[in-house]
């Protein structure tokens, strides 16, 4: 498994942020995959996921309405539309399948950080 994620950085409250998620070494359509974020001081938390054909998202309630999950399994990549930015949303994002995690995967990326500050 390899995942690298990309499309942090600072922005103000209210912007927007993209962030993918390039995924190789495995067969990247076969899987759930999610986004999972890491704030100053806290544990990891699940906001988004969705299955394997792109169906069903799933968004964490501090997240619901503001960012929106896709992936292209032609290009083996996942993406978070962050919308409407808050000073809670500043994390480092990971992406990973729920699946391989449940699975006992450690594996995980190098995140990429996000800043939320006026």
């Known amino acids: 498994v390899q995942l690298v994620e990309s499309g942090g950085g600072l922005a103000q409250p209210g912007g927007s942020l993209r962030l993918s998620c390039a995924a190789s070494?495995?067969?990247?359509?076969?899987?759930?995959m999610g986004w999972v974020r890491q704030g100053p001081r806290k544990g990891l938390e699940w906001v988004s996921g969705?299955?394997?054909?792109?169906?069903?998202?799933y968004y964490a309630d501090a997240v619901k309405g503001r960012f929106t999950i896709s992936r292209d399994n032609a290009k083996n990549t996942m993406y978070l539309q962050m919308n409407s930015l808050k000073p809670e949303d500043t994390a480092v994002y990971y992406c990973?399948?729920?699946?391989?995690?449940?699975?006992?995967?450690?594996?995980w990326g190098q995140g990429t950080q996000v800043t939320v500050s006026s």
């Open positions: 969705l299955y394997s054909d792109g169906s069903d998202p």
């Open positions: 070494e495995f067969t990247f359509n076969n899987y759930a």
């Open positions: 990973n399948s729920p699946v391989l995690v449940g699975r006992g995967s450690t594996y």
